[in-house]
């Protein structure tokens, strides 16, 4: 058996990427190389097509609304059916803040539905009142890592994401706004599909997270080799302090 890789999927790299969303595609390719794990990210953005099976991570990132909106159509006409099988499949799905929103069935934003590709059981509405802004920290727990973890990012979007009954958060908001402002929860994780509004980038202040992601991807069957992560550490510790934790 050759050494492993991953493939990772971008989509609509050149519209959903106000949040500093490159950084965790940079990362997550620099920890791959320092470990010899192979890397490859391809890109799909408008009328592009998925293979659901060519791809072990698909990446989402947020965009202004004008943007999300031409996303959002072209996600449910040419990608939806191939989200849906590589999601069946295990693949991972990271979709962060507006990429998170369009897991749902719909963003809601006065008399417009922004329609969403239904991975996931959630609806967001643009409700009034002020954005929810801020430094974030959250308490989680994925399978295959001993105890809760705290994640650490920022949270910027005005949009309020409400979870189905059947669905699970991604974790407890310790600081911060969260989901709702009002919910105390974070994000949504159903087996490894996962949304969450913290960026600023997320995976840079969370080197723990990125591992996890890779982990899970490849489907390695062993811890991955450590690396020294003091500047890593470091991000992460400041990330928490940032937002009181």
């Not at 600081?175 to 929860?185: I, Y």
Request: aromatic content about 6%.
């Amino acid at each position: 058996m050759g050494d492993p890789t991953l493939r990772v999927c971008a989509l609509y790299p050149d519209l959903l990427n106000i949040y500093a969303d490159r950084g965790n595609l940079l990362l997550l390719e620099r920890r791959c190389a320092w470990r010899g794990i192979g890397f490859e990210v391809t890109s799909a953005s408008l009328g592009d097509g998925l293979d659901p099976g060519a791809h072990d991570l698909f990446y989402i990132g947020g965009g202004q609304d004008r943007d999300q909106r031409l996303c959002a159509q072209d996600m449910v006409d040419t990608k939806r059916d191939a989200l849906h099988a590589a999601a069946d499949r295990g693949a991972v799905v990271l979709a962060v803040c507006g990429g998170y929103q369009l897991l749902g069935h719909a963003y809601e934003l006065e008399d417009e539905r922004i329609p969403g590709v239904g991975l996931v059981d959630l609806h967001t509405v643009r409700e009034a009142g002020p954005r929810l802004i801020g430094n974030v920290a959250i308490e989680l727990e994925l399978p295959g890592i001993d105890g809760p973890r705290v994640l650490a990012g920022f949270e910027n979007h005005a949009g309020r994401t409400h979870l189905g009954a059947g669905e699970r958060p991604l974790g407890r908001v310790l600081r911060g706004h969260g989901n709702t402002g009002a919910s105390a929860f974070e994000g949504v994780r159903r087996g490894n599909v996962i949304g969450t509004y913290l960026h600023g980038p997320l995976l840079p202040k969370n080197a723990w997270f990125a591992d996890w992601l890779i982990a899970t991807a490849t489907g390695a069957a062993e811890a991955l080799e450590p690396l020294d992560d003091r500047l890593e550490d470091a991000a992460h510790a400041g990330a928490r302090r940032a937002a009181g934790v």
